[in-house]
């Protein structure tokens, strides 16, 4: 079980610790891009235009996974890990505010808030192959649309 802890009471970035990693996410102030630090090492999240629905996770100047929104009225994401077989990060339902990581139709982690007043989370991996980088990921992709929805109450 990982952890997720945001920064301060009012802030979006988070700690991530737990099954013997760490991992520092940042979003930057203006914008849908930011970092991911995982392991003490560095990535950035980059959008690939101000109306673009795709992110990049980049390591040194070469992109390693990427996340494309499902569509425009989704909150669904299609993210692909360099190599391995693409992965779909989507809302368990509707209203809910947990999401679910599956490979295949198969679910590799789950995503939940730990109570509905608070931003404190955890993400639970029910598979040991899926990367802890990849991980940070499909948070910080949770949290831009924790983020978005906040933004437009």
């Known amino acids: 079980m990982i952890q997720c802890m945001p920064k301060s009471v009012c802030s979006w970035d988070f700690n991530l610790d737990g099954d013997g990693h760490h991992a520092d996410l940042e979003f930057n102030w203006a914008g849908e891009q930011g970092t991911v630090t995982a392991d003490a090492t560095p990535f950035d999240v ?38 391995e077989p693409e992965l779909l990060l989507r809302p368990v339902s509707m209203f809910s505010r947990s999401f679910l990581l599956e490979r295949l139709g198969d679910p590799v982690a789950a995503i939940d808030k730990v109570h509905a007043f608070t931003r404190r989370a955890r993400i639970e991996a029910l598979r040991p192959d899926c990367e802890f980088v990849i991980l940070a990921f499909s948070f910080w992709l949770t949290v831009l649309m924790w983020r978005r929805a906040a933004r437009s109450n």
């Open 46 to 83: 980059r959008k690939d235009g101000l109306l673009s629905g795709h992110w990049t996770l980049v390591e040194g100047g070469e992109g390693i996974a990427t996340a494309q929104k499902a569509s425009a009225l989704t909150r669904s994401f299609e993210v692909r890990p360099g190599v």
